[in-house]
């Protein structure tokens, strides 16, 4: 089977240091045809670091190239919904980096874009497929631990601008509802998912310790999934002194 011929939209950190070291460990299943950011010297980069892969700063000029069969795309996610619909109509399969949008009613409109296009379309949400979370899954489904009646997820650090994901422009301007809370969480929620099933209600609690991190930095969630198990998961990023990773599974 040939490599699938890869458009990259996005050249910022993601892209850099998680898409591409992943993609050239794969070069039997895609080739890099072309990147693509709207900052030539970004997208310059990204081609210097792919040994000189073609680069343009438009995406619909990339869209509009017959040799491009896939889009990975890496932008900031107010850009998701926009440059996904144009991906697919223009006939190209997509992957599409988590979180799928900026808010609810655009994250409702990319789900709609499923039904209209016949394309393989995933979100790139890597704990779905993290080692750890598919054994603790599979543990719970041989009954090695009963039945699981609740969950407590506990994670606190320390993100300030020492960070390197805190350097990226459309962070520091805070121009998206949720700071990291919105953009980390998603990968806790997916966990949970993954194991627990859906997430049928829920109350939470947010709270801004530093405003230059975003609108919330300190979030806790109470909540029941579809099969009844209860749960609490506590992200807060603004901690000084503690960095916990924890869950428990009663």
């Keep these: 089977m040939k490599p699938v ?3 990259i939209i996005g050249c910022g950190i993601a892209t850099r240091e998680l898409h591409v070291p992943a993609l050239l460990k794969l070069q039997d299943k895609f080739e890099i045809a072309v990147v693509c950011n709207n900052n030539e010297p ?10 000189g ?43 599409v980096e988590k979180p799928i949008a900026h808010d609810l009613e655009e994250a409702r409109r990319m789900l709609e874009l ?34 699981p009646l609740a969950v407590f997820w506990n994670v606190f650090r320390l993100v300030d601008a020492n960070n390197k994901y805190y350097q990226t422009g459309w962070r520091v301007e805070n121009r998206f509802p949720g700071g990291f809370i919105t953009d980390g969480g998603v ?8 194991m627990f099933g859906d997430i049928v209600r829920g109350h ?13 930095d300190s979030l806790s969630f109470q909540f ?20 916990r990773n924890e869950m428990v599974i009663v």
């Design 224 to 243: 029941v999934t579809v099969g009844g198990v209860q749960g609490v998961l506590n992200i807060f990023v603004s901690v000084k002194g503690l960095f």
């Design 114 to 147: 499923d039904s209209g296009f016949p394309q393989v379309k995933m979100v790139a949400e890597n704990f779905r497929y993290h080692p750890v979370f598919l054994r603790l899954k599979a543990l719970m489904a041989a009954g090695r631990i009963g039945e």
């Design 42 to 51: 970004k997208a310059k980069a990204c081609s210097d670091l792919l040994g």
């Design 187 to 194: 990968h806790n929620i997916a966990a949970l998912r993954l």
């Design 53 to 95: 892969t073609p680069f343009v700063c438009d995406y619909r000029e990339l869209l509009s190239r017959a040799d491009v069969e896939a889009v990975d795309i890496a932008v900031p996610y107010n850009s998701n919904y926009e440059i996904t619909g144009a991906a697919l109509e223009a006939g190209k399969h997509v992957i």
């Design 204 to 216: 939470s609690f947010t709270r801004s310790v530093n405003p230059e991190i975003g609108d919330s």
């Design 5 to 7: 011929k890869l458009g």
